[in-house]
């Protein structure tokens, strides 16, 4: 379940601003506030029902913009490629005897690392 | 007119796996086939005018996705702060007096430069 709320999580960091409001308000409540959808329920005074299909709706129009576009895929793609080149780079600074150069490995290190977390 | 079809042709790189099968012909003809409004209407036997629409139509879509989601502009972003670290790196491998990483260099240049054109 908490697998399933990070993958809907993860498509809304994404895709999230393609969904109406209203979807997006149960999406929020579901998956930043953690609300089960019987709280999400009595919260908006509307049936457990009502937010489950919601919920389930913008799910699988989330996965329908992932499946097209694959964007989360590619960024994925992007990021281990620069995870693996921070560490290869980060061991290169061991290996160099001279150490004038430290500091500027750092800060592409420290770079990369800042585009992998963005 | 020249940068007017690139910038679709960019959000349409992104984006125009959601356009309807319709919208998809017709801004292919448009930009990979480079195409005028005319010949367009005459190679699908529909008026110039609903030719022009339906361009119009896929270019606010596809503004829009941009507008609500900024992914162009993220992978943008990242693609320059590549650039530039890539660049850096071919600086050092200039001012390193050890030549035996010149190879690591060049390999981690070349992925970075992949990942810029991906």
Do not use: P
Not at 74 to 90: A, G
């Amino acid at each position: 379940m908490i697998e399933k709320k990070m993958e809907i999580g993860n498509l809304y960091a994404f895709y999230g601003k393609l969904l109406t409001e209203n979807q997006r308000q149960m999406i929020e409540l579901y998956i930043y506030e953690d609300l089960s959808l019987g709280e999400i329920s009595q919260n908006l005074n509307i049936s457990r029902q009502a937010v489950y299909d919601s919920v389930k709706r913008s799910e699988k129009t989330l996965q329908n913009f992932e499946e097209k576009l694959s964007l989360i895929q590619k960024f994925e793609t992007h990021k281990k490629e620069l995870r693996e080149m921070s560490l290869e780079i980060e061991l290169l600074k061991t290996k160099l005897i001279d150490k004038n150069h430290d500091q500027f490995l750092d800060n592409i290190i420290e770079r990369m690392n800042q585009l992998i977390i963005d």
